[in-house]
């Protein structure tokens, strides 16, 4: 079925930079993108959205990018903090229910 | 309480025993998933509850899985005669409705398979 897709399954960033995330999806049909960030042991804590009728929303020290003609959406986090570390998922609502992708876990070197 | 609660936070069984896992949401959410995820993996929709409307059972892997939800409260998932490939964590969300994106999640219920 369809579904959403990460690039890289890892990255590694230093404290201070700035980290993009990417993410691929596959239905058109979708009507709202999200991004969640998972911590070791913990459940998935939701990061921001953004409705398929927008190309861009910010958040505090969060960008969500969504290009609709090649299907990619990112995630940018300014100025990146080790407690930034975590795996990041993107999911989109298809019917109401939230499909997630596989995730790209993020390191922050100090 | 303030959050998505799930219970037992860790459950070892026997391979062929059957398991009963428990959510209860955030009060007043209408929206209710579960949700497998195994290790080092994303999460793998299981099946989604909304209000009093039929469940979408779409992700349920087999027919050795099920799911109930009483009203908009607690909710159930049972693995009947587990495998070891049911192992995983089993995490629980809930949504104050359908329309929105951003939704809770509890700790999870670490399945162990033995």
């Known amino acids: 079925g369809e579904s959403v897709g990460l690039h890289l399954p890892t990255l590694s960033v230093q404290e201070g930079d700035n980290s993009i995330i990417n993410c691929a999806y596959s239905?058109?049909?979708?009507?709202?993108f999200i991004w969640y960030k998972q911590e070791s042991g913990k459940g998935p804590q939701f990061i921001i959205d953004?409705?398929?009728?927008?190309d861009k929303r910010q958040g505090q020290r969060v960008t969500v990018l969504l290009n609709k003609t090649v299907k990619h959406l990112s995630l940018q986090i300014a100025a990146t903090q080790p407690g930034d570390s975590a795996v990041y998922f993107c999911?989109?609502?298809?019917?109401?229910?939230?499909?997630f992708g596989q995730g790209t876990e993020l390191s922050v070197k100090p | 309480g303030a959050g998505v609660s799930q219970s037992p936070s860790n459950k070892v069984t026997e391979k062929g025993k059957d398991v009963e896992l428990r959510c209860d949401p955030i009060?007043?959410?209408?929206?209710l998933y579960w949700y497998r995820q195994r290790l080092g993996q994303g999460l793998e929709f299981l099946i989604y509850?909304?209000?009093?409307?039929?469940?979408?059972k779409s992700g349920l892997p087999s027919d050795r899985f099920s799911a109930e939800r009483t009203g908009e409260s607690v909710s159930t998932l049972t693995i009947q005669r587990t495998q070891q490939e049911d192992s995983a964590v089993y995490l629980c969300?809930?949504?104050?409705?359908?329309?929105?994106?951003?939704?809770?999640f509890g700790q999870g219920t670490r399945l162990t398979v033995v």
């Open positions: 969300a809930s949504s104050l409705y359908e329309g929105l994106a951003e939704a809770f």
């Open positions: 239905n058109s049909a979708s009507d709202y």
């Open positions: 953004i409705r398929s009728n927008m």
């Open positions: 999911a989109d609502r298809q019917g109401g229910k939230l499909i």
């Open positions: 009060s007043g959410h209408t929206a």
């Open positions: 509850f909304q209000g009093n409307s039929a469940p979408d």
